[in-house]
T-cell receptor
Framework: ETGVTQTPRHLVMGMTNKKSLKCEQH?????MYWYKQSAKKPLELMFV???????ENNSVPSRFSPECPNSSHLFLHLHTLQPEDSALYLC?????????????FGPGTRLTVL | SQKIEQNSEALNIQEGKTATLTCNYT??????LQWYRQDPGRGPVFLLL?????KEKRKERLKVTFDTTLKQSLFHITASQPADSATYLC????????????FGRGTSLIVHP
């Protein structure tokens, strides 16, 4: 176990549903990330919460909405998704420093949009 | 534009041989480069980090080299085993303290017994 948990592990939803993905880190890290991984594509950074700032990839559609209530918890709220949003959604945490930014990943949520 | 390139074709090797994977990049000034291993249906796991001023790093059967002139990192697994079969990802973090790594798409390694 990496110290990063994600729920649910699998999610099937229709295009009109609203759901949320949850991530929790037990490592005391100061940064948390959401990544999207589609088949044959690189990991795509969606959002970062680091040192109480939020950074987002401007290409991420507004139907994805992150929430970070504290340094240990991260959510990704989903609404009116499209079939092309089906992918593995990975959460990661790290202790940001000038010398290292090792990412600790959760097991991911496999999302299928019908 | 910035690019990180890893071989998209799977690397097939025989058990006991050395596997060598390549990560090339363009238009980056990297602070450091990381290598991760990812098994199917699971998140990547960190293996090694090498800084821009380091030429080589070793950890057990793993060796990473970093050539900032060639803009390339090589990842070696010596005495490879079937359990080493996985996808290996490289990730770059640029200078400037963005704390945001950019990942390559990964290369699949298959070690045959």
């Amino acid at each position: 176990e990496t110290g990063v948990t994600q729920t649910p592990r699998h999610l099937v939803m229709g295009m009109t549903n609203k759901k949320s993905l949850k991530c929790e880190q037990h490592l005391g890290h100061n940064a948390m990330y959401w990544y999207k991984q589609s088949a044959k594509k690189p990991l795509e950074l969606m959002f970062v919460y680091s040192l109480e700032e939020r950074v987002e990839n401007n290409s991420v559609p507004s139907r994805f909405s992150p929430e970070c209530p504290n340094s240990s918890h991260l959510f990704l709220h989903l609404h009116t998704l499209q079939p092309e949003d089906s992918a593995l959604y990975l959460c990661a945490s790290s202790q940001v420093s000038l010398s290292n930014n090792e990412q600790f990943f959760g097991p991911g949520t496999r999302l299928t949009v019908l | 534009s910035q690019k990180i390139e890893q071989n998209s074709e799977a690397l097939n090797i025989q058990e006991g041989k050395t596997a060598t994977l390549t990560c090339n990049y363009t238009n980056y000034s990297p602070a450091y480069l990381q290598w991760y291993r990812q098994d199917p249906g699971r998140g990547p796991v960190f293996l090694l980090l090498i800084r821009e001023n380091e030429k080589e790093k070793r950890k057990e059967r793993l060796k990473v080299t970093f050539d900032t002139t060639l803009k390339q990192s090589l990842f070696h697994i010596t005495a490879s085993q079937p359990a080493d079969s996985a996808t290996y990802l490289c990730a770059l973090e640029a200078k400037g303290g963005s704390y945001i790594p950019t990942f390559g798409r990964g290369t699949s390694l298959i070690v045959h017994p």
